[in-house]
């Protein structure tokens, strides 16, 4: 388990409070899973007012996926810059993500990947129920290609 946050947010291209990660739970080459608090926090940069909507789960599973290519990549940030290229087949399974009890655990699995795209398919869930589920295509930066 990795509990600094100081690590983790190393291993993200944010800084301050939109890192969303508290801590590593587990992971190995395919699958990851995090655990935050940053749902309930009033300094979260997400919030609209005092809201946190279910949409912002996305935020969260990609950045476990971020942490995920560095933790692969040796324990630097992931190989440069990556962008969400594409978010399919989302469930929310709640509205607001700031009512949620409990920390949240979000687990990312790499289904595949072809040259610098990655293939992911993430859920969130908080209290052993799923608030948040979906795909992404993540594109890392080519190398050269500034």
């Known amino acids: 388990m990795i509990t600094d946050r ?19 739970l587990h992971w190995d080459a395919q699958h990851i899973g995090c655990g935050s608090e940053r749902h309930r926090a009033p300094d979260n940069p997400l ?5 946190l909507s279910a949409i912002h789960g996305i935020e969260f599973g990609a950045q ?3 942490v995920h290519g560095g933790l692969l990549a040796g324990g630097r940030t992931s190989a440069g810059a990556g962008w969400l ?12 993500l700031d009512t949620l ?18 293939s992911y398919r993430f859920a969130m869930s908080a209290e052993g129920r799923v608030a948040v589920e979906g795909s ?6 080519a190398k050269g290609i500034p």
């Open 47 to 51: 919030r609209s007012g005092d809201r």
């Open 136 to 141: 992404a295509v993540v594109l890392l930066q």
């Open 101 to 118: 009890n409990g920390p949240l655990e979000i687990s990312a699995y790499r289904l595949a990947q072809v040259g610098n795209a990655l």
């Open 64 to 66: 476990a996926m971020a």
């Open 6 to 24: 100081a690590a983790i947010a190393a291993l993200l291209p944010h800084a301050g409070s939109m890192c969303l990660i508290d801590s590593v």
């Open 85 to 96: 290229a594409s978010v399919r087949d989302c469930r929310f399974h709640c509205e607001r």
